[in-house]
């Protein structure tokens, strides 16, 4: 969904909108503008960014590993897909209770970041696990309803597990999505929000659909 609410504030087609039925023809929104909305008047399938330079994009940023990631759904990244970054083997093997060691140093994992490992730090919605402090790959942990106390680990886990820790921004990315692929059909009908830079039906696909602009 766009930063506004589309319904309360400015009603879809306030700043414009556009329509397509034709392949290898991407929209762009409008300069300051982005797509905030799609409404497909066909099956329709889209183009894969790097075929043609199309599909459906919007803006990306970069996790540990250098691999880009997307707050919306989209053909050229996956959308919260490893969390805002990700360690390969997190253990807690001779570090002091409390603490987890990173298999490496990274310095994008910060204070007050949310901590999830299978095995050290389970999911919790209410009272998750976070980083209370950095240094260097040594992580030492709090939980969020008592950020300044030191946390102990659910269960120990050793060095070598190769068990991926997850490190999350509040309200960023989450886990577990992929990229939209040319072989996804978005049924007649539907329509879909976010935050697009631009949209193109897929080389030698047939679709139709209206794009709506905001801010």
């Known amino acids: 969904m766009a930063g506004k609410s589309n319904i309360t504030e400015y009603g879809f087609g306030q700043y414009g909108s556009a329509f397509t039925s034709a392949a290898n023809a991407p929209i762009y ?8 909305a799609i409404t497909f008047l066909a099956d329709t ?3 894969l960014l790097g075929t043609n330079a199309g599909g459906l994009t919007s803006v990306v940023v970069p996790d ?6 997307s707050l919306w759904i989209g053909t050229d990244v ?19 209770q409390g603490s987890i060691a990173l ?8 204070p007050g970041m949310i901590v999830e490992h299978s095995v050290m ?12 402090s950095v240094d260097g790959a040594t992580i030492t942990l709090a939980k969020k309803n008592n950020p300044k106390t030191i946390a102990p680990v659910a269960a120990n886990q050793a060095d070598g597990g190769n068990i ?18 040319n072989t ?3 049924p007649r009908g539907i329509t879909i929000y976010g935050r697009w830079t631009g949209v193109e039906i897929g080389d030698g696909k047939t679709g139709s659909l209206i794009t709506y602009f905001g801010v």
């Open 45 to 47: 399938q889209l183009e």
């Open 164 to 181: 991926k820790a997850f490190f999350y921004d509040s309200m960023s990315q989450g886990k577990g999505g992929a990229a939209i692929t």
């Open 29 to 36: 929104p409008p300069k300051d503008l982005v797509i905030v």
């Open 64 to 69: 540990s590993a250098a691999q880009s990631q």
């Open 184 to 186: 996804v059909t978005f």
């Open 121 to 132: 730090c389970p999911r919790d919605l209410n009272n998750p696990y976070i980083v209370k």
């Open 78 to 96: 996956a959308a919260h897909d490893e969390a805002n970054q990700e360690d390969a083997d997190t253990h807690n093997a001779g570090v002091a």
């Open 103 to 110: 298999s490496a140093a990274n310095s994008n994992i910060i």
